[in-house]
């Protein structure tokens, strides 16, 4: 199973930005989608993460700013970025863990990552 995230870049304090993030392969099921964060000098963070039947975790920190959402139809995770801080500054890895056919075995993927940038 692969994923490829998508929608970096280099925005100011204060604006939005959102990540896409698409699984494919041989999938089966997606139990859950995540999106986690990298910061420089930082350890890899947990973001958000959203489960199949739509409950959600969010990181201390992105808590009232960030929102999680999927599409199940087109194994997408989305991740919307408001009131952007330089805090936020990171290099954002989308995750999923779920079935993959073939015969059923589970899986954990992650993607390559994109960078975000918050700077005035």
């Known amino acids: 199973v692969q994923l490829q995230a998508s929608g970096g870049g280099l925005v100011q304090p204060g604006e939005s930005l959102r990540l896409s993030c698409e699984a494919s392969?041989?999938?089966?099921?997606?139990?859950?989608m995540a999106w986690h964060r990298q910061g420089p000098g930082k350890e890899r963070e947990l973001v958000a993460r959203?489960?199949?039947?739509?409950?959600?975790d969010y990181g201390y920190s992105v808590q009232g700013r960030f929102t999680i959402s999927r599409d199940n139809g087109y194994n997408m995770v989305y991740l919307q970025m408001n009131s952007l801080e330089p805090e936020d500054t990171a290099v954002y890895f989308c995750n999923a863990e779920g079935l993959s056919r073939g015969p059923l075995r589970p899986f954990a993927s992650w993607g390559l990552g994109t960078q975000v940038t918050v700077s005035s």
């Open positions: 392969g041989n999938i089966y099921s997606i139990n859950n």
């Open positions: 959203i489960y199949s039947g739509g409950s959600t």
